[in-house]
């Protein structure tokens, strides 16, 4: 059972926008950042979006965050079959003293 | 080029000992907190440990505090993980990442291709 509560699957079609929510408490999310990694089939997971909404260089800007709160989420617009993927949430937890993910989100494209 | 590479990884008998190391270049080592997060076959990612930048701050997960050592050799550029008392639940692929600043607070920003450890008898 992950602290960051994530769904387990999206979907939709090309050209189509969907959201990734991710809720967590006071302790993580509502006190500190959120980061969202984006891990394809068969690799190692790469930072997609920090500090909420920031997008490092090269994610495209069809890739952003949000937070409010105790949830953030994760919007990515005219989808692309790369972007079948797993996604993972993740806050530094101030109870736990570390690093806390979600379950992650397994994208898929119709 | 940033690249953090790791080894060490390999099938291990429960109740065994591990060493995993990562070899990192491409960005000066000791400016930057380093991570260890773990992949157990077909779950989620799982955070284990970080370590600051000057090693003066260290964190570990519950479920590997007591067993797992987390180090840094900054001279040698190199991150390491020493796992004793293993078993069945710590079979993972193992990844090291980079924080993207000298705190532990700090995204992970650059992740290796990960080692894989089995413990199985």
């Known amino acids: 059972q992950s602290v960051l509560t994530q769904p387990p699957s999206s979907s939709g079609t090309p050209g189509q926008r969907v959201i990734i929510s991710c809720s967590g408490s006071?302790?993580?999310?509502?006190?500190?950042?959120v980061n969202w990694y984006q891990q394809l089939p068969g690799t190692a997971p790469k930072l997609l979006i920090y500090s909420n909404d920031q997008r490092p260089s090269g994610v495209p800007d069809r890739f952003s965050g949000s937070k409010s709160g105790t949830s953030a989420s994760l919007a990515i617009s005219g989808l692309q079959s790369e972007d079948e993927a797993d996604y993972y949430c993740a806050a530094w937890d101030d109870s736990l003293n570390g690093w806390v993910f979600g379950g992650g989100t397994k994208l898929t494209l119709l | 080029e940033v690249q953090l590479v790791e080894s060490g990884g390999g099938l291990v008998r429960p109740g065994g000992s591990l060493r995993l190391s990562c070899a990192a270049s491409?960005?000066?080592?000791?400016?930057?907190?380093m991570n260890w997060v773990r992949q157990a076959p077909g779950k989620g990612l799982e955070w284990v440990s970080s370590?600051?930048?000057?090693?003066?701050?260290?964190y570990y997960a519950d479920s590997v505090k007591g067993r797992f050592t987390i180090s840094r050799d900054n001279a040698k550029n190199s991150l390491y993980l020493q796992m004793n008392s293993l078993g069945a639940g710590d079979t993972a692929m193992y990844y090291c990442a980079r924080g993207g600043g000298n705190s532990v607070y700090y995204y992970m920003d650059v992740w290796g291709k990960g080692t894989t450890v089995t413990v199985s008898s």
């Open positions: 370590i600051s930048g000057g090693s003066g701050y260290v």
């Open positions: 491409g960005f000066t080592f000791s400016s930057y907190s």
């Open positions: 006071s302790s993580n999310i509502g006190s500190n950042t």
